[in-house]
């Protein structure tokens, strides 16, 4: 490594020291609150009695104990840089995950320390084999520590999208059911009691969550509307819609249900003639880059065989 690199990299390692330090006192400046903890008597919500008993000490704890401050560090430098609180609050209520936003934060942390723990030894293997740059390795080293946060939301958004598609694909039957339980007689909220108890499935536990809402006194049209903000599919929103005004308005709900049935098959008919074409465009690049250049081998090969053997 030459002077110049050397100097570059000692500059920038001690900026980053001197960064590093900046934040971890501007992070321990005490607040209002903790100021004030220890004059107040903190009140327990439950029996001391189901308190669980404090853990001996040993290493685990003296491990927590010093990992606690630089977790808390790292969340809120992620929450920083990351998607906003209440986004994510939504995604998580969308996928039907009971974290909390601060566990989810943590969460992204583990996987960063577990991304950058896997470019640290890639990046010692590569040093070792090749010599690579000290700053290549550096920047590969964040890369994969980036990679690993950014991994943790992305399969978030995929639980999300999984979740929602087997909603959507739920919803067709649950709204027969529904016009069946509400043509026999049975009122919405019973229709929608008799429904929860004979399915099984995603939108069986949305929709037991708004059954519980309406039983804890909340109007039924209110407890839908709640059914469309936690869920992010259009389809169901105008499910929630239509039978809150259906039994606002009274106008006859099992016509109203079998219409949204028939509205959500149509769509998901869509949704697959489109996956459908985007597929068939997917489909196209073995056929082009592995089945015909092989055909083109086999029938070009005997022909130019057989002119080097005239030749």
Do not use: H
């Not at 500059?11 to 004059?39: C, E, H, K, N, W």
């Not at 560090?73 to 209440?86: E, F, H, M, Q, Y």
């Not at 080293?141 to 990679?147: E, H, P, Q, S």
């Amino acid at each position: 490594m030459n002077p110049v690199t050397a100097g570059g990299v000692a500059g920038l390692l001690a900026s980053v020291g001197v960064l590093l330090v900046v934040a971890r006192l501007r992070a321990r400046r005490i607040r209002l609150d903790q100021r004030l903890a220890p004059y107040l008597r903190p009140q327990r919500a439950s029996s001391a009695l189901l308190l669980r008993a404090p853990a001996s000490g040993g290493a685990v704890a003296t491990v927590e104990r010093i990992a606690a401050p630089l977790m808390q560090d790292a969340v809120r430098l992620v929450a920083r840089v990351g998607s906003p609180a209440a986004d994510l609050r939504r995604r998580l209520a969308r996928a039907g995950s009971d974290e909390t936003v601060e566990q989810f934060r943590a969460g992204q942390v583990v996987w960063g320390v577990l991304g950058v723990a896997g470019g640290l030894g890639f990046a010692l293997l590569l040093a070792a084999t090749r010599g690579t740059s000290v700053v290549v390795l550096v920047v590969l080293v964040a890369l994969c520590g980036a990679t690993g946060v950014l991994g943790r939301d992305w399969l978030l958004s995929r639980q999300v999208a999984q979740r929602e598609s087997r909603m959507l694909q739920e919803m067709p039957t649950i709204a027969e059911l529904l016009a069946l339980a509400v043509g026999a007689g049975e009122g919405a909220t019973g229709a929608l009691e008799r429904v929860v108890r004979s399915t099984r499935g995603e939108l069986s536990v949305e929709l037991e969550r708004t059954l519980a809402d309406a039983r804890a006194g909340a109007p039924l049209t209110t407890a839908l509307d709640g059914l469309a903000d936690r869920t992010g599919l259009p389809a169901l929103a105008r499910f929630a819609e239509g039978v809150a005004v259906a039994v606002e308005r009274g106008t006859p709900l099992a016509e109203v249900l079998r219409a949204q049935a028939q509205d959500v098959r149509e769509e998901v008919r869509r949704d697959l003639m489109e996956t459908g074409g985007r597929k068939e465009v997917a489909m196209m690049v073995p056929v082009v880059f592995l089945i015909l250049p092989v055909t083109v081998a086999f029938a070009v090969f005997p022909s130019l065989l057989v002119l080097r053997v005239g030749l």
